[in-house]
């Protein structure tokens, strides 16, 4: 993976395009809008034909896994995420949007990016299955907890993340039965980055005029953004360090620490609230943007210290 190949990608260009667009060229984002919850269905249905046939049949050794992802997800960076919003966030708008992005599971990204920086593969499926899973639970009981006061459509925001969640898993499975799996896994991350395009896009046009306005409560997103990014990765490095934990195990969790699918985030805001409610993700969605780009410099400067014989193949912490 080379320093090139890592900035210019083409997820990272599609990504820049459908912000920049979205800002500028708002005109589509009518079109955009209706098309987010499908492009989220077939985006995080393609990423579960990562997970083999019987993947869940031995839950047990999936526990360490899942109670990892649910620590470094929910616990951690959830809590970073809720605790900014309740002391820099005025706006209640903005507030909604931030606490569906703590409610969210990880980002699709981790499993691809985590193959490709030699992260612990067992480690990272677990960790993503599990909050997956506890999402279906989590996200209505956060949304409760936190949005009580404010006018929710209760209905919406139980039934979208179960249509986000199980749709994607029942499109992944008549892939396998109809027999397109490996057509599809061949052509996996071009479907997922025009999928997301999409969802950034209509996020962006959506807030096209608040965004280019600037408001303060932007400047103390993208605090809690930066933040929420650099503690969990700074106490990972740190104890990586004091432990000699291996690098596969610390990376994995630097990607479930680090990691909200924002896309997910804000197509569930856009839809139970308004747009402005889908400005959280987006802003988050940059900035993990950023923190992908130095995870992947990470990852070639690590595979340049080690001879390719000696990679670490480590699957757990």
């Not at 500028?24 to 098309?35: E, N």
């Not at 940059?286 to 410099?297: C, E």
Request: proline share 4%; net charge positive; aromatic share 10%.
């Amino acid at each position: 993976m080379s320093v090139i190949k890592a900035t210019a990608s083409r997820s990272n260009l599609l990504f820049i395009m459908a912000v920049v667009l979205g800002l500028y060229l708002p005109g589509a984002g009518a079109l955009a809008h209706i098309l987010v919850l499908p492009a989220l269905a077939v985006a995080l249905g393609v990423t579960l034909l990562r997970f083999p046939a019987g993947y869940v049949k031995k839950p047990g050794e999936l526990l360490a896994g899942t109670l990892w992802g649910i620590l470094m997800n929910y616990l951690v960076l959830g809590n970073l995420i809720i605790l900014g919003g309740l002391f820099l966030i005025q706006d209640e708008k903005f507030w909604e949007g931030l606490v569906l992005l703590a409610a969210v599971p990880p980002a699709a990204v981790v499993l691809s990016l985590g193959e490709k920086i030699k992260s612990a593969k067992g480690l990272i499926m677990a960790g993503f299955a599990g909050t997956y899973a506890g999402a279906l639970i989590l996200i209505p009981l956060i949304g409760i907890a936190f949005l009580k006061f404010l006018p929710v459509h209760y209905d919406r925001l139980i039934i979208l993340p179960f249509g986000l969640i199980i749709l994607p898993l029942l499109i992944s499975r008549f892939l396998v039965d109809q027999n397109l799996d490996e057509w599809v896994r061949k052509h996996e991350r071009i479907i997922a980055d025009i999928c997301f395009f999409i969802v950034f896009y209509a996020l962006a046009a959506g807030n096209a005029q608040l965004i280019r306005q600037w408001p303060e409560d932007i400047v103390a997103m993208a605090a809690i953004a930066c933040g929420a990014s650099v503690i969990p990765t700074l106490f990972l490095l740190i104890t990586g360090r004091l432990y000699k934990l291996s690098y596969a195990g610390v990376s994995s969790l630097m990607l479930l620490a680090t990691m909200k699918n924002c896309g997910l985030a804000g197509g569930i805001a856009i839809y139970v609230f308004n747009n402005e409610a889908g400005v959280p993700a987006l802003v988050f969605a940059v900035f993990m943007f950023l923190n992908i780009l130095w995870l992947k410099f990470r990852g070639i400067y690590h595979q340049w210290r080690q001879p390719a014989d000696e990679a670490e193949t480590a699957e757990g912490i």
